[in-house]
């Protein structure tokens, strides 16, 4: 997997205020006024039920980098502070004062950020109208009183709406609707479409790719990337008219990838770590998708929830870091399936890595007895999940077009026996797919749990492809090096893959109404790196990731790490010759 860079929100006055007279579900209480050259606040209450209120601040910065904050704001009354995220808060009669964490310290200029708080109070609550920031005064403030008051909330349960959404909860949350872009890629896209004169790369840009939350910040956004909340918005002004669907990725369980170092995460592997997942990740996530306005519209949310990691509970308990993080990765999923499905029209995914890592018959039947005690486990059980996915971020083919059949006999081995495969049988991600399937269904799962396969860079197009069948070969490792699209040197190889190209477009039912795979998506954006590898000049990163480097397979074999040479791009940036290259070698090839 691979960390994603930070967002940047930039706050929307008007429309929250807008959303909160056509709602009636919440009320703002703010006012968005610059003070020349520093900051400004929104002071946003999102529900009071007459005795108390849930706040949430987002606070614009002015001109300066900063690399550590203190806000500052008195109420007007009896108001105090009940519970606080995003910040550490203390209070002193009116004035209260809210500290940076060490994960949100860093603000840019002009870049925003979001903390919130819970509060209790008598007689009116009046918003503060003073803010300042390190000491600068900001814009901000102002109050418009509660029509009514509403049930009161924590930032651990997102408002519950008086309607349900748009359309329902559907099956396939692809089916008839319109794809959200994520202005932020589409911005690199066209960048390095302008910069090259190419058309076809620019053409990438009209492709849906998911919004990855890597870390905390990443929710507020900051360091020119947009943040959640308004991410929302956008797809929420397109949602007008119909259905759209918005993709999410939830990436950072305390002690996430235990088995790599490349998108290794900010939380420990710890119960502290859990316990900041929880109140600090998931639980701001939750709010902000379970906003009424949000769950009252024609949002699809697709959330793709922690990548790599009951994979790594399945296969890696040999890894001390594995063995150590796998019952809080079961706790902390269990916590965000408990969240994010309670929200309506929010659907859950849960990363079941690829066929080259769980197609083995033992690996699949141990992954679906993980993934069902974690479904038990939860307060909907099995209902909590909509669907799973393969292949996040991976490059593992949809299909081997000339490899149908794994026992195939050729010099009188299987197919499967061939030293690429390793008596897997799972040659693709649809069939891994189908198979899995009928694993999780067996377990438990409802037959309507449905497939997606990201197939945002596993087309392998290009000169190497095979463009038709060579039967002639006479051992199982010629006849699949013959006719194998995958040209990685080993399967296990998964950084920054040389003549890789982008695959299948998204797609809703891509195999016809009755097959479990109801989407093909590009979670990975195309073209963003999957990390870097230590060197003269750095010592972070992972070695799987250097083109010099080796893998092993387990069994003595030793194979190269199939990474694009010549490039050592941390995880997460923009990676001009591998979005070049995939471009090129795109497949069906793109115009």
């Given at each position: 997997?691979?960390?994603?860079?930070?967002?940047?929100?930039?706050?929307?006055?008007?429309?929250?205020?807008?959303?909160?007279?056509?709602?009636?579900?919440?009320?703002?209480?703010?006012?968005?006024?610059?003070?020349?050259?520093?900051?400004?606040?929104?002071?946003?209450?999102?529900?009071d039920?007459?005795?108390?209120?849930?706040?949430?601040?987002?606070?614009?910065?002015?001109?300066?980098?900063?690399?550590?904050?203190?806000?500052?704001?008195?109420?007007?009354?009896?108001?105090?502070?009940?519970?606080?995220?995003?910040?550490?808060?203390?209070?002193?009669?009116?004035?209260?004062?809210?500290?940076?964490?060490?994960?949100?310290?860093?603000?840019?200029?002009?870049?925003?950020?979001?903390?919130?708080?819970?509060?209790?109070?008598?007689?009116?609550?009046?918003?503060?109208?003073?803010?300042?920031?390190?000491?600068?005064?900001?814009?901000?403030?102002?109050?418009?009183?509660?029509?009514?008051?509403?049930?009161?909330?924590?930032?651990?349960?997102?408002?519950?709406?008086?309607?349900?959404?748009?359309?329902?909860?559907?099956?396939?949350?692809?089916?008839?609707?319109?794809?959200?872009?994520?202005?932020?890629?589409?911005?690199?896209?066209?960048?390095?479409?302008?910069?090259d004169?190419?058309?076809a790369?620019?053409?990438?840009?009209?492709?849906?790719?998911?919004?990855?939350?890597?870390?905390?910040?990443?929710?507020?956004?900051?360091?020119?990337?947009?943040?959640?909340?308004?991410?929302?918005?956008?797809?929420?002004?397109?949602?007008?008219?119909?259905?759209?669907?918005?993709?999410v990725?939830?990436?950072?369980?305390?002690?996430?990838?235990?088995?790599?170092?490349?998108?290794?995460?900010?939380?420990?592997?710890?119960?502290?770590?859990?316990?900041?997942?929880?109140?600090?990740?998931?639980?701001?996530?939750?709010t902000?998708l379970?906003?009424?306005?949000?769950?009252?519209?024609?949002?699809?949310?697709?959330?793709?929830?922690?990548?790599?990691s009951?994979?790594?509970?399945?296969?890696?308990?040999?890894?001390?870091?594995?063995?150590?993080?796998?019952?809080?990765?079961?706790?902390?999923?269990?916590?965000?399936?408990?969240?994010?499905?309670?929200?309506?029209n929010?659907?859950?995914?849960?990363?079941?890595?690829?066929?080259?890592?769980?197609?083995w018959?033992?690996?699949?039947?141990?992954?679906?007895?993980?993934?069902?005690?974690?479904?038990?486990?939860?307060?909907?059980?099995?209902?909590?999940?909509?669907?799973?996915?393969?292949?996040?971020?991976?490059?593992?083919?949809?299909?081997?077009?000339?490899?149908?059949?794994?026992?195939?006999?050729?010099?009188?081995?299987?197919?499967?026996?061939?030293?690429?495969?390793?008596?897997?049988?799972?040659?693709?991600?649809?069939?891994?797919?189908?198979?899995?399937?009928?694993?999780?269904?067996?377990?438990?799962?409802?037959?309507?749990?449905?497939?997606?396969?990201?197939?945002?860079?596993?087309?392998?197009?290009?000169?190497n492809?095979?463009?038709?069948?060579?039967?002639?070969?006479?051992?199982?490792?010629?006849?699949?090096?013959?006719?194998?699209?995958d040209?990685?040197p080993?399967?296990?190889?998964?950084?920054?893959?040389?003549?890789?190209?982008?695959?299948?477009?998204?797609?809703?039912?891509?195999?016809?109404?009755?097959?479990?795979?109801?989407?093909?998506?590009?979670?990975?954006?195309?073209?963003?790196?999957?990390?870097?590898?230590?060197?003269?000049?750095?010592?972070?990163?992972?070695?799987?990731?250097?083109?010099?480097?080796?893998?092993?397979?387990?069994?003595?074999?030793?194979?190269?790490?199939?990474?694009?040479?010549?490039?050592?791009?941390?995880?997460?940036?923009?990676?001009?010759?591998?979005?070049?290259?995939?471009?090129?070698?795109?497949?069906?090839?793109?115009?």
């Open positions: 997997m691979h960390p994603r860079l930070t967002g940047k929100a930039r706050p929307l006055a008007a429309a929250l205020l807008a959303a909160a007279t056509m709602t009636g579900l919440f009320v703002t209480a703010m006012s968005q006024a610059q003070a020349a050259s520093t900051c400004s606040v929104q002071y946003q209450v999102a529900n039920w007459g005795t108390g209120a849930t706040v949430n601040l987002t606070v614009t910065n002015g001109d300066t980098a900063l690399t550590a904050w203190t806000l500052s704001f008195a109420f007007a009354g009896n108001q105090h502070v009940t519970q606080g995220w995003n910040g550490t808060y203390t209070q002193s009669g009116q004035n209260v004062t809210v500290a940076s964490t060490s994960y949100n310290g860093a603000v840019a200029g002009g870049a925003s950020f979001s903390t919130g708080f819970n509060l209790g109070y008598s007689g009116t609550n009046q918003a503060p109208t003073g803010f300042s920031l390190n000491g600068a005064a900001c814009g901000g403030g102002g109050t418009t009183p509660p029509t009514s008051p509403t049930t009161p909330t924590t930032p651990t349960t997102p408002t519950t709406p008086t309607q349900p959404p748009a359309g329902g909860h559907v099956t396939n949350p692809f089916s008839g609707a319109t794809p959200y872009l994520n202005p932020d890629y589409v911005q690199e896209v066209q960048t390095q479409a302008s910069a004169g190419s058309s790369e620019a053409s990438v840009a009209t492709y849906q790719t998911a919004i990855w939350l890597d870390r905390i910040s990443a929710i507020a956004g900051g360091s020119g990337k947009l943040g959640l909340q308004q991410q929302m918005d956008n797809a929420l002004a397109k949602a007008a008219n119909g259905p759209v669907t918005i993709e990725v939830v990436y950072d369980l305390p002690g996430r990838d235990c088995a790599a170092l490349a998108s290794n995460g900010e939380l420990p592997a710890t119960a502290a770590g859990l316990s900041s997942y929880e109140s600090q990740f998931i639980d701001p996530i939750a902000i379970g906003e009424s306005r949000y769950t009252a519209s024609n949002l699809r949310v697709v959330t793709i929830i922690e990548p790599d009951l994979p790594n509970a399945v296969t890696n308990q040999s890894v001390q870091a594995c063995s150590t993080a796998t019952p809080l990765y079961e706790q902390g999923i269990e916590y965000a399936l408990n969240k994010l499905h309670a929200i309506p929010v659907y859950t995914y849960l990363d079941i890595a690829h066929s080259a890592w769980l197609g018959s033992n690996n699949m039947t141990a992954a679906g007895q993980e993934y069902a005690k974690v479904a038990r486990a939860t307060t909907s059980g099995f209902a909590s999940v909509d669907g799973f996915i393969s292949n996040t971020a991976n490059y593992t083919p949809t299909t081997e077009p000339f490899l149908p059949n794994p026992t195939l006999q050729v010099g009188g081995q299987p197919l499967d026996s061939a030293t690429f495969y390793q008596y897997n049988p799972y040659f693709d991600e649809h069939s891994y797919a189908t198979a899995m399937y009928s694993t999780l269904v067996s377990s438990g799962f409802p037959s309507r749990v449905g497939f997606l396969i990201d197939t945002s860079r596993n087309g392998w197009g290009g000169p492809r095979p463009g038709q069948l060579n039967s002639s070969p006479t051992t199982p490792n010629a006849y699949v090096a013959a006719n194998k699209t040209q990685r080993f399967r296990g190889d998964w950084c920054n893959q040389n003549n890789a190209g982008i695959g299948a477009r998204p797609q809703a039912a891509p195999f016809g109404s009755g097959d479990p795979v109801i989407a093909f998506v590009w979670i990975k954006p195309p073209g963003e790196s999957d990390g870097d590898y230590p060197s003269g000049s750095h010592t972070h990163g992972d070695p799987h990731c250097d083109p010099a480097g080796t893998n092993t397979d387990g069994s003595g074999g030793t194979y190269g790490t199939g990474s694009l040479p010549g490039y050592d791009v941390p995880a997460g940036q923009w990676f001009a010759a591998e979005f070049q290259q995939l471009v090129a070698n795109a497949y069906p090839a793109i115009h």
